[in-house]
């Protein structure tokens, strides 16, 4: 099982952008699906993008495609969130999940992932 840390999250404007770093150790990141997902406070946990292995096909929630984008980044063994364009609506604690399997279509579903990172804050201010 790897262990995943986050980071990059923080207090931007309306319109501003975030990266958000999912940063693993004790595997090789390239062999997992990691997704991410938030929840903001009284809401439930919602999925937001994921990155395929071994293709590397992305996928994005409806509410955030156009603005974020998801990436590898193997000489780190790092998964990357960039956030452009970002609504009040975005502010959320952000968290990163991982399972060594080809989830697919599958990988909006939170269930499937076995390994989770303990969150970093997104607050967007309007």
């Known amino acids: 099982q790897v262990q995943l840390v986050e980071s990059g999250g923080g207090l931007v404007q309306a319109g501003g952008s975030l990266r958000l770093t999912c940063a693993a150790s004790?595997?090789?990141?390239?062999?997992?699906?990691v997704g991410w997902f938030r929840q903001a406070p009284g809401e439930e946990r919602e999925f937001v993008a994921a990155?395929?292995?071994?293709?590397?096909?992305?996928y994005y929630g409806d509410s955030v495609k156009g603005r974020f984008t998801i990436s590898r980044d193997n000489a780190k063994n790092a998964v990357h969130l960039q956030m452009n364009s970002l609504k009040p609506e975005d502010t959320a604690v952000y968290y990163c999940?991982?399972?060594?399997?080809?989830?697919?279509?599958?990988?909006?579903?939170?269930?499937?992932?076995?390994?989770w990172g303990q969150g970093t804050q997104v607050s967007v201010s309007s």
């Open positions: 004790g595997g090789t990141f390239s062999s997992y699906t």
């Open positions: 999940a991982a399972r060594i399997f080809n989830l697919g279509s599958r990988c909006f579903d939170q269930t499937l992932y076995d390994c």
């Open positions: 990155i395929n292995k071994p293709t590397d096909s992305t």
